[in-house]
Every structure is written in structure tokens, then in C-alpha cells.
């Protein structure tokens, strides 16, 4: 059970979790089966404030509201997360993300994806100089340039970020892996083809 969540892990975009759950307030409920996807998917819906991580049952229940709006049930084998509107999100090998999107300079967009396996696919592909990230739709945008090179278009409406990558950090370059001949991104689960790159 090496790889299994730890009751009461500290997850990015959330404030430190709280033992229990909130009570009367949930949204629906998900048997997501890691605390990273549970608070990735509340990350992407507006109408997530929080969500309770059930450790034992593996399961996620999404808040459209926080603490304060609600009743904590002591709930000994659950955390509460709140999300930290005070904080963006900032992703390993890239610099400090910037509200809105860079236009004209898309390699690739497809969207279902999370935040971190947007910014992997960018890192592994050395043409990938920037990502756009869609909070609402997932959507992932891969960019050939950077904000230097292009137009800003800020639109806090879309929940778009940008992310640029931090040539000061050393991340080594894949073409991706090859899976039947085409180039893939490798995931822990299956390949998952880009298609065009």
C-alpha cells in the first residue's frame, strides 16, 4: 500500500485538510479512486468549493460550499479541502502561471486532461514551449511559443492559465514513446496518442 494516499495529505490548490466532512452541502458524490483526481476534477467545476476524501472507502464527495456555509461531521476515516481561492496552481518545470491564454500558437489542444498530465506531455515534447490550461473544460492547449512571441488573450471568463516553461530547470526532452509505430505520450495507464506532433 506503498503508493496509497496518507489520511490527511496536503493536496496543491487547497488549504491544509481538516479531519471529518461537511455535511448537507454536497454537489454529488464520485468513487474516484485517488485524492489527486478528487481534487483535480473539484478543481476543474466552479461550482466545487470543497470536497471530503473518504480514505477507507476510496470515495469523493463534492461541496458547493465551505466550513463556514456548513456542519463538520467529525468523520474519522474523511478530510476536508477547501479550495485556496488565494493561490494559483503552480506546476513543477514551469514558471509562475499567468491569467488568460496565448493565441495563434497551438500545436495541440484536446481537453478530459488534468493539469499535471497537460504540463507532462508539454515537458516531454521539446517543440512545447507554453501550455494553456482550461479549468472548466480540462482543455489543454500546447503552445510553439511563449508569451514574447505571441498575443496574450485574457479571458477570466474561460478560466484559462498560461504556463511557460522554466529553461532554468533541467527536464530532459522525449519525442514520446513509441506504441504501434505512432508517436504517443506514456502514461502510467495506457498511451495516449498526439496526434500531429
Given at each position: ?79 476536508y479541502y477547501e479550495k485556496n481561492n488565494s493561490k494559483v496552481v503552480h506546476v513543477s518545470g514551469f514558471l509562475a502561471p499567468i ?99
Open positions: 500500500m506503498s503508493g496509497a494516499p496518507q489520511a490527511g495529505e496536503a493536496v496543491p490548490g487547497f488549504l491544509a485538510p481538516i479531519p471529518g466532512a461537511l455535511t448537507l452541502h454536497n454537489l454529488y458524490t464520485s468513487s474516484l479512486r485517488s485524492l489527486n483526481s478528487c481534487a483535480n476534477t473539484c478543481l476543474m467545476l466552479e461550482s466545487c468549493k470543497s470536497f471530503d476524501f473518504n480514505y477507507v472507502e476510496s470515495r469523493c464527495y463534492f461541496g458547493g460550499a465551505v466550513m463556514a456555509n456548513g456542519t463538520n461531521n467529525h468523520d474519522p476515516d474523511a478530510h491569467p488568460g491564454a496565448l493565441t495563434l500558437h497551438n500545436l495541440f489542444s484536446t481537453s478530459g486532461l488534468s493539469l499535471n498530465y497537460c504540463a507532462n506531455t508539454c515537458l516531454m515534447l521539446e517543440s512545447c514551449k507554453s501550455f494553456d490550461f482550461n479549468h472548466v473544460n480540462s482543455g489543454c492547449y500546447l503552445g510553439s511559443a511563449v508569451m514574447a512571441n505571441g498575443t496574450n488573450n485574457h479571458d477570466p471568463d474561460a478560466h484559462y492559465m498560461y504556463y511557460e516553461k522554466n529553461n532554468s530547470s533541467v527536464s530532459p526532452h522525449l519525442q514520446g514513446v513509441s506504441c504501434f509505430g505512432n508517436l504517443f505520450v506514456l502514461d502510467a495507464i495506457k498511451c495516449t496518442y498526439v496526434y500531429g506532433l
